[in-house]
């Protein structure tokens, strides 16, 4: 997987590099474009794009000043090149933006079936979308823009996103800072060979606002990489039932997150497999540092996240299947090993101070468990935790919200298969470190949990489980007495249990 990688980020490379030693530097201002931040220059720059395109290919260059456009289109074998100091502003009329009818979403940036494509620099690409968002809204209000949610914000594909690249192939992106999306930031859909590399994005302004969107795609290498934003940072999806997301490296990055950090879905028809993430840090997050789900069929397999700290973060792992639009689809998921995890989770609302922050949990309940939940008949299979710490604040009161660990109990907790996957959906769950439900070949080795207050629940409990391997799990819960039983297990066949 590695060695594969490392040859396709040398293709990506090669790739660019060749497009750009064969080719010319043009600027934008000599096709008429102005940087004072008041000129319209979407039809200036498109026409810098397509004659690049058509005359041998080149960078096409923007040095300092704010430069305004709506909707754009890079072509085969341009790359747009922002300096340090020069901004691509979005314009703050909607009606500037374009929902292209393939893509089927809006965009300042679009490329569409093309190869060779780029943007790097040390400049800013920047819609300005909250005010973007909220001059649509007006629109709705008069009638102009139709809203069928009726939430008082468009869908997501009718506000602009920053870039959106639909299958193209030779992507490199580059140093840029992506910031202020009225939409998702940057979508990859059913695109080859994609290399991001030093990229700062600062998207928490509106609704919706994902780090990075990777939708069955394969032959991607993220690295380098800085995320701040509003809703989930490293958003792997898949829109098609023949989709594929595989041969995916994500590495030495940084994500702060009002919603999840590395998450699968939700959209999940496809398949996904042959995904790395190396060092990672994750901070602030509303939801889950780790998100794995499957619950409209997609099969995943072949996971490895290896280096992870998450501070501040809602709950560290969830790995979920469910059912909620399988059809014809068996969901599946197997084969993922997370290691050299270090994890804090707060009493407190981790999210809190960001502009759209999560929203405030139906209560009661105490805090959750990290979980690995499938769904009957079809287990998680092969799931390896190795080398883990994670702190808990504890504080769980039976009396404020109460889950029992009986057979009875347990067997009573909702499967909940069809909902949406979140750790919290379930409320009250038995255990303050772990639940276990519906799995198969499942090994801790070397996990340490800690809880810092006083909880009723036990440490770690199992339902449904085929082959439950510990060894080396340390359980540390000082206000505990010392005959609270911490490891409560139901149906559970083939247990070891190795100190």
């Known amino acids: 997987m590695k060695k594969l990688l490392r040859i396709v980020s040398v293709l990506v490379l090669a790739s660019a590099f060749a497009v750009q030693a064969g080719a010319k530097d043009y600027l934008a201002t000599e096709f008429g474009a102005k940087p004072d931040g008041e000129t319209l220059n979407t ?26 456009t709506g909707t754009i289109y890079i072509k085969n074998d341009v790359t747009l090149h922002l300096e340090e100091g020069a901004r691509l502003l979005g314009s703050l009329n909607p009606w500037d933006y374009i929902k292209d009818p393939d893509a089927k979403w809006t965009s300042m940036i679009f490329s569409i079936g093309q190869k060779n494509i780029g943007i790097t620099g040390k400049g800013e690409i920047n819609c300005r979308g909250f005010l973007v968002a909220t001059k649509g809204v007006d629109y709705c209000h008069l009638g102009l823009i139709d809203d069928p949610l009726k939430l008082d914000r468009l869908q997501e594909g009718k506000r602009p996103e920053n870039l959106h690249f639909y299958k193209c192939e030779n992507i490199t992106v580059t140093g840029i800072t992506l910031k202020d999306p009225a939409s998702w930031n940057q979508q990859y859909d059913k695109c080859r060979n994609i290399y991001v590399d030093g990229v700062s994005v600062d998207a928490k302004s509106y609704w919706n606002n994902d780090g990075i969107d990777i939708v069955d795609c394969s032959d991607v290498i993220i690295r380098n990489c800085r995320f701040d934003a509003a809703d989930d940072v490293y958003c792997f999806k898949s829109h098609s039932k023949d989709g594929v997301s595989e041969n995916i490296l994500v590495e030495n990055c940084w994500g702060r997150s009002s919603a999840n950090g590395i998450k699968f879905g939700t ?142 109990e347990l067997e009573a907790i909702p499967e909940l298969e069809k909902s949406y996957p979140e750790f919290s959906n379930w409320k009250e769950l038995p255990a303050w470190g772990f639940y276990i439900r519906h799995a198969e070949g499942v090994t801790f080795k070397n996990v340490k949990i800690s809880v810092a207050g006083e909880d009723y629940r036990p440490a770690i409990v199992a339902d449904d489980v085929n082959g439950l391997n510990f060894q080396g799990v340390q359980i540390n819960q000082p206000s505990a007495d010392k005959k609270k039983k911490q490891i409560i297990t139901n149906n559970v066949k083939k247990f070891k249990n190795k100190k």
């Open 43 to 68: 039809a200036p720059i498109q026409a810098a794009i397509d004659y690049i395109s058509t005359h041998g290919g080149g960078r096409l260059i923007f040095k300092g000043g704010d430069f305004v």
């Open 267 to 408: 959209y999940t028809l496809g398949k996904f497999k042959h995904f790395r993430f190396y060092n990672m840090e994750i901070v602030d997050t509303y939801r889950s540092a780790i998100t794995i789900a499957t619950v409209d069929g997609a099969q995943i397999e072949d996971v490895v996240i290896d280096g992870l700290k998450s501070i501040h973060t809602g709950n560290p792992i969830f790995i979920r299947t469910g059912s909620r639009r399988t059809q014809e689809q068996t969901p599946y998921m197997k084969d993922i090993v997370i290691k050299n995890v270090y994890a804090e989770v707060p009493f407190d609302k981790p999210d809190a101070g960001y502009m759209y922050e999560g929203p405030v949990e139906d209560l009661p309940r105490n805090v959750c468990p990290s979980g690995i939940q499938g769904i009957p008949g079809i287990p998680i299979q092969n799931i390896t935790l190795e080398n883990i710490e994670i702190v808990y604040p504890g504080q769980a009161d039976k009396d404020y919200a109460y889950r029992g660990s009986s057979k009875a």
